[in-house]
C-alpha cells in the first residue's frame, strides 16, 4: 500500500506569488491535516479536513487555506508569499477525525526568495 | 505559546549510551504521540501512549505517559548511530500538537 504522498518535493517561488501544494492520503484515510515545520523546530498544525469538511484551523493567516476532494485528497493554496513562509509542508493522512493515528508524507520544501 | 516543551533540545552522545528525553505540559492530552524525523524526510511514528502511567517498549527504546497524562518520556538504552534524529512529542487533543524537539547525534 501506497504511504501518503505529497507533490512537489521541492519549490522555490518568488515573494508575492501565490502556491498550491498537493496530498493523497493512505488509501481508506478520510482525515488530512497540514502542518508547517520551520527550520529546527517542531511542526505547527495549519488546518485539518474530515471528510471534506474543515475540522480545524491553526494559527496561520487567511493567504492559507487548504481544501479536500471527494476522493480524500487535499490541496494547501498559500497566497502572497512572503519570505517567512519557507518552510516544509507536511500533510499527515488519519482514519478518523480525532484521537487516531497520523501518518506523514515526506513533505514539501518551499522556498521563498 | 508552545504547549509541549521537550529537553534536551539537543543530544550528543556516542554510541552505547543511555540517554532519556522528556515532554512536559501543563495541559492534559487524549493520548501522545512519539514521532522519529530524519532530515528532508516527514516524522514517523513510533509509539502511541493513551492511559496514564502506561509504559510502552520498542526494542531499545522506552515510553511512559505521565500518570496526569500532561507528560511523557522517552528512554533509548545502548545508543547506535542509527538512532540519530530528531524526536517529536505530540498531545492529541482536538487536533496535534507538536513538542519543539530533541536533535540527537549519536557517533559511532
Known amino acids: 500500500d501506497a504511504g501518503v504522498t505529497q507533490s512537489p518535493t521541492h519549490l522555490i517561488k518568488t515573494r508575492g506569488q501565490h502556491v498550491t501544494l498537493r496530498c493523497s492520503p493512505i488509501s481508506g484515510h478520510k482525515s488530512v491535516s497540514w502542518y508547517q515545520q520551520v527550520l529546527g523546530q517542531g511542526p505547527q498544525f495549519i488546518f485539518q479536513y474530515y471528510e471534506k469538511e474543515e475540522r480545524g484551523r491553526g494559527n496561520f493567516p487567511d493567504r492559507f487555506s487548504a481544501r479536500q476532494f471527494p476522493n480524500y485528497s487535499s490541496e494547501l493554496n498559500v497566497n502572497a508569499l512572503l519570505l517567512g513562509d519557507s518552510a516544509l509542508y507536511l500533510c499527515a493522512s488519519s482514519n478518523g477525525e480525532m484521537n487516531t493515528e497520523a501518518f506523514f508524507g515526506q513533505g514539501t520544501r518551499l522556498t521563498v526568495v | 505559546t508552545q504547549l509541549l516543551e521537550q529537553s534536551p533540545q539537543f543530544l550528543s552522545i556516542q554510541e552505547g549510551e543511555n540517554l532519556t528525553v522528556y515532554c512536559n505540559s501543563s495541559?492534559?492530552?487524549?493520548?501522545l504521540q512519539w514521532y522519529r524525523q530524519e532530515p528532508g524526510e516527514g516524522p514517523v511514528l513510533l509509539v502511541t501512549?493513551?492511559?496514564?502511567?502506561e509504559v510502552k517498549k520498542l526494542k531499545r527504546l522506552t515510553f511512559q505517559f505521565g500518570d496526569a497524562r500532561k507528560d511523557s518520556s522517552l528512554h533509548i538504552t545502548a545508543a547506535q548511530p542509527g538512532d540519530t534524529g530528531l524526536y517529536l512529542c505530540?498531545?492529541?487533543?482536538?487536533?496535534?500538537?507538536f513538542g519543539t524537539g530533541t536533535r540527537l547525534q549519536v557517533f559511532p
Open positions: 505530540a498531545g492529541r487533543r482536538s487536533k496535534l500538537i
Open positions: 501512549v493513551v492511559t496514564g502511567g
Open positions: 495541559s492534559v492530552f487524549s493520548s
